[in-house]
């Protein structure tokens, strides 16, 4: 099993940054895909972006590209999501989460989420 806890999250003016952390323990593996999730109140969850364990391939939504920077540090186990240019929009509980591949399998762990808030 693997085990996520995000954590971050805050309060911060349109235009500012925050970086979020990942930090997963329990059974990992090589082949192992962490993602980024963001849900805002009623709306449907949404994929951010997501990064091999190697690093070497990293996928973004396009509403964030260009603005958030996903990367790894593996002797740390922890994932990060750099979030610059913050917009009132990127307001929403972000999670993250991991499968044991890239597109065709399911992110099965999860994190508890934590609240990001973009202030106009």
């Known amino acids: 099993q693997v085990q996520l806890v995000e954590s971050g999250g805050g309060l911060v003016q349109a235009g500012g940054s925050l970086r979020l952390s990942c930090a997963a323990s329990?059974?990992?593996?090589?082949?192992?895909?962490v993602g980024w999730f963001r849900q805002a109140p009623g709306k449907e969850r949404e994929f951010v972006g997501d990064?091999?364990?190697?690093?070497?391939?990293?996928n973004y939504a396009d509403s964030v590209k260009g603005r958030f920077t996903i990367s790894i540090d593996n002797a740390k186990t922890t994932v990060y999501l750099q979030m610059n240019s913050l917009k009132p929009e990127d307001t929403a509980v972000y999670y993250c989460?991991?499968?044991?591949?890239?597109?065709?399998?399911?992110?099965?762990?999860w994190g508890q989420g934590t609240q990001v808030t973009v202030s106009s």
């Open positions: 989460a991991a499968r044991l591949g890239g597109p065709g399998y399911r992110f099965a762990y």
């Open positions: 329990g059974r990992t593996f090589s082949t192992l895909n």
């Open positions: 990064i091999s364990w190697t690093g070497d391939n990293i």
